[in-house]
């Protein structure tokens, strides 16, 4: 069983029975979000986080802590860091915790590795040995974060409303924004490495090439995924006989990547009774699905198919 990690920032609650609740929904860790910004900058420290932390450890869970960037550039990083690491200190985070870098904001550099290495270095240096970086799936696809260049090696991947994280071998995976704690909607992930929810795994603190890669998750014959939709493995390939949308997940309200012309081949992995229609899964490599509709389907049953099986 995959072990749930929760993040948490101002936006949550700072008290004993969110936390309590939090464990009684069976989640192991929690990240505390410590800062924004750097001083000069936004200075900006969490003014919940003393307690989330307090709370948090006093129903058992185990805390790590993390930085939301807003640098741009390596000394920008840098300055950032030492912002992090004085906090993360002064709330009494230890070097056991996990120290993460929050990278999504549009004020930071088009290809941003350089300066988040900056960043996870100057972290480690200070005596923080186990880093890592969260994103979304999207910046690894567009290459604006190159994870093979990378110092953190675990990899926290943010990607909802599909079945995947949508990056191969990532270590832990954001695939929730709004899982239901305590009367609240929030942050959720889920630990496939157990580098936040196992309390013995440590990074190496001397050479990132030698911090081993989580390795990959073997897929299940059947599965549910985040939308509550009942996935079945199988192999095959699709022929549509009419114009279909392919799309980013498998809802009308999914992104569409492409309009398939009468006549596309698509092969599949698996496919979904869900939503009306029966829908595909087409892997797409490196760690990417888009899922196509073949059909209308009712009750658990097919009505009709737009295309042919094979």
């Known amino acids: 069983m995959v072990n749930l990690v929760a993040d948490v920032a101002s936006y949550q609650p700072d008290t004993l029975a969110f936390f309590q609740a939090m464990k009684n929904a069976g989640v192991k860790a929690v990240i505390v979000k410590i800062t924004q910004g750097s001083n000069p900058g936004d200075a900006y420290v969490n003014p919940k986080a003393r307690n989330q932390i307090k709370y948090a450890r006093q129903v058992g869970l185990l805390v790590h802590a993390y930085h939301y960037a807003k640098f741009h550039g390596v000394a920008d990083a840098k300055a950032e ?26 004020v930071n550099k088009w290809e941003v590795t350089e300066d988040s290495n900056a960043f996870l270095q100057y972290v480690k240096d200070a005596g923080y040995p186990n880093v890592d970086l969260y994103t979304g799936a999207s910046w690894i696809w567009a290459k604006r974060v190159d994870r093979n260049r990378l110092i953190a090696k675990n990899l926290w991947i943010a990607s909802y409303g599909v079945s995947q994280p949508g990056v ?27 580098f936040y929810t196992n309390a013995k795994v440590t990074a190496n603190s001397q050479s990132v090439i030698n911090t081993p890669a989580p390795q990959p998750i073997a897929v299940p014959d059947k599965w549910v995924d985040t939308l509550g939709a009942t996935w079945i493995k199988e192999n095959g390939t699709f022929t549509s006989n009419t114009a279909i949308n392919l799309r980013w997940g498998a809802t009308l309200q999914s992104s569409k990547l492409a309009e398939l012309p009468a006549g596309s081949e698509v092969k599949y992995d698996a496919y979904s009774i869900s939503n009306g229609f029966v829908w595909i899964r087409q892997p797409r490599g490196n760690g990417q699905y888009a899922y196509l509709a073949t059909g209308r389907a009712y009750d658990g049953k097919r009505l009709d198919r737009w295309g042919s099986f094979k």
């Open 168 to 194: 191969d071998n990532v270590g832990t995976w954001q695939f929730r924004s709004d899982y239901p704690v305590g009367g609240e909607g929030i942050d959720m992930s889920y630990d496939f490495s157990g």
């Open 81 to 106: 860091a030492a912002w992090f690491v004085k906090n993360a200190r002064d709330h009494g985070i230890g070097p056991e915790s996990v120290m993460a870098l929050d990278v999504e904001d549009k």
